[in-house]
């Protein structure tokens, strides 16, 4: 019997290669974003994740989702802390935080009721170091911290919460993207000066390691933050 698999943002980049990573992996997917998307095999749902009346109802919809991949998420505008406004943090904190709260509380009750369960939460290199807009930091770092905190409450009920902490990612329509189309040469150097490896990561990359926590063979991870960034971050954990 194939599990469920529901995506947050699963209609381009990260998202989407995972949600086609986990269907190739044999589990039913359901995806969401903000335009419903044609992928063979995948059911796309449009959801205002910034809505939690719109969170519950996709909670319903779904049914008993076996795994939950946090992954819809933002900077918002990104800038300094002394340039933010509390329009930006507050909206930050609902498209980063709340959705992976509102359905991570709707579902750990069936997956423990079941005896198995997986959730990642999608975070970025910068919630581990400082780095990018400052509450976009915030509310990635917040996303370790619950992640961490889920994992210790429901591991012995068979249910494993992890987080994966991209470095920089570049796909079609992504921020990367753009930037380098705009600015060529200052993206060049970004990559000789600050990614190790010489090139940007790509979404196949981290669904792989998504694809991995998700399944069975991850069974001694909980409440890990696994970086996948090619040494492009500093910290040393």
Not at 89 to 105: E, K, Y
Not at 155 to 184: H, M, T, Y
């Amino acid at each position: 019997m194939s599990r469920l698999a529901l995506v947050t943002g699963g209609t381009r980049g990260i998202g989407l290669a995972i949600a086609q990573t986990l269907q190739r992996d044999g589990a039913r997917v359901i995806v969401c974003g903000r335009q419903a998307v044609n992928l063979p095999g995948i059911e796309s749902v449009i959801t205002d994740v910034t809505r939690p009346g719109e969170l519950a109802a996709l909670a319903v919809q779904a049914g008993p989702v076996d795994v939950l991949i946090n992954n819809v998420g933002g900077s918002l505008g990104g800038g300094k802390f002394t340039a933010s406004t509390v329009e930006q943090w507050n909206g930050a904190f609902a498209l980063n935080v709340m959705p992976a709260v509102i359905l991570s509380q709707a579902f750990l009750p069936g997956m423990r009721a079941r005896g198995w369960g997986r959730i990642v939460n999608i975070a970025s290199i910068w919630g581990r170091e400082g780095g990018g807009g400052a509450a976009y930091n915030a509310v990635k770092a917040a996303m370790i911290s619950m992640s961490k905190s889920m994992a210790t409450e429901v591991v012995r009920d068979g249910v494993l919460v992890n987080c994966v902490a991209p470095g920089s990612v570049i796909f079609p329509g992504g921020g990367w993207e753009k930037k380098q189309q705009a600015d060529p040469a200052g993206i060049a150097k970004f990559v000789e000066d600050q990614l190790p490896r010489g090139s940007f990561g790509h979404p196949q990359e981290v669904a792989e390691l998504v694809a991995f926590l998700a399944s069975d063979r991850a069974s001694l991870i909980a409440g890990a933050c696994i970086t996948a960034d090619g040494g492009q971050s500093h910290s040393n954990i």
